[in-house]
């Protein structure tokens, strides 16, 4: 796999931790598909380190991310237990919960894991590091439907919760193309992305997200941003207002939809994805993961420490720059205006009532 184009995939790696998600990814690669189940290491400073992605299970939190390392949080963030039995030591990248005790965890080696226990424990149901295609993300739904994306146009099905898996090839209805206002970097990126996709086979999806019972979107790489409106059966290429990557999306109330990616890019549809206006977010970052808010409210967190907050259903934001200007890779909501964000520097409680919003790029 080449390196460059992995740290392309959505393994929100900002500043130090980039280098780290391209070594993992080179290194698993090299495994033998049937080698036994390595364990993730206790680690005393877990929820301090490396995490890539965070789901509620009920009222837990639970967080994935470097080496297997998966941490579970009872109090809205303020504390953190590493899980006790998790069978991989491969970068996780995407975690979800069917219920308040079954969930799904992904990464690297094409690995999957499933728990019955609110992400206590954990078993292997899936592996194949030779197939070099990382996987990125997961998706649940509560009648136990479950869908896994990644590297090269990876699309892997469960009916069962993550029990079993089935792989279907990823071929969306081609769709119109939105005027483009891309700079010359993202335009040379796309053009190269473009090149080894044709190669290899599919470009990378990176974020899978759900929109009600059957409407479903996926962020991928070079501009490409995808709905499917029966539960994943097909797939539709939407218009795209640029052509670098989509690192998140979020569907908001009704048709409402955001999309985010590199140097700060952020779009807002009212349609579904038909059209596509740009909103001015102050800042060049990379936007890396998204969540709803009470009160039609949304946070985006980025690189460099970003935080940007609408209080008006997506249409403009405010950039609440985080002093450590540690690299963010997602959060959740947890009530009283805060959220718990999980990336460079491990899981961390945000404040985003009490911050004051600073001009400017970070």
């Known amino acids: 796999m080449d390196p460059l184009r992995t740290a392309s995939c959505r393994v929100r790696c900002p500043n130090s931790f980039f280098a780290l998600a391209v070594v993992l990814a080179v290194v698993s690669t090299a495994r ?23 789901a509620a299970a009920g009222a837990r939190l639970v967080a994935v991310g470097d080496r297997g390392i998966i941490v579970l949080s009872d109090d809205k963030g303020a504390s953190w237990t590493q899980a006790a039995a998790v069978p991989t030591q491969a970068l996780l990248t995407g975690v979800c919960f069917v219920d308040a005790r079954h969930g799904v965890a992904v990464g690297h080696d094409e690995v999957i894991l499933t728990s019955a226990d609110a992400g206590r424990s954990w078993t292997r149901t899936h592996y194949a590091p030779q197939a070099q295609r990382p996987l990125l993300d997961v998706w649940c739904d509560g009648s136990g439907r479950v869908i896994a994306v990644g590297a090269y146009s990876t699309y892997l099905t469960s009916s069962d919760a993550g029990e079993s898996w089935n792989e279907v090839a990823f071929r969306p209805a081609p769709g119109p193309r939105a005027a483009r206002t891309s700079s010359a970097a993202d335009t040379a990126a796309a053009a190269s ?36 409106d029966d539960g994943g059966a097909s797939w539709l290429t939407l218009a795209s207002p640029y052509e670098g990557s989509f690192f998140d999306v979020l569907p908001l109330s009704g048709e409402t939809l955001l999309a985010l990616g ?12 038909a059209s596509w206006q740009q909103i001015d977010t102050g800042t060049v970052a990379l936007l890396d993961g998204a969540t709803r808010l009470a009160a039609g409210a ?20 405010t950039l609440l720059q985080q002093a450590d200007r540690a690299g963010l890779a997602a959060a959740v909501a947890v009530g009283d205006g805060r959220l718990v964000a999980v990336g460079e520097d491990g899981a961390k409680l945000i404040h985003i009532g009490a911050e004051r919003a600073t001009p400017g790029a970070p």
Do not use: K, M, T, W
């Open 298 to 317: 949304v946070a985006i967190v980025g690189f460099s420490g970003v935080v940007l907050v609408s209080r008006d259903e997506g249409h403009s934001f």
């Open 32 to 54: 033998a598909a049937d080698a036994p189940a390595l364990s993730a290491e206790a680690a005393p400073l877990a929820a301090q380190g490396l995490l890539v992605a965070v």
């Open 193 to 228: 992305a473009a090149e080894e996709e044709s190669a290899r086979g599919g470009y990378h999806l990176n974020r899978i997200a759900g929109a009600g019972a059957a409407r479903l979107y996926i962020a991928g790489e070079a501009g490409h941003l995808y709905r499917s």
């Open 262 to 273: 590199l140097r700060g890019h952020l779009y807002h549809s009212a349609d579904a994805g």
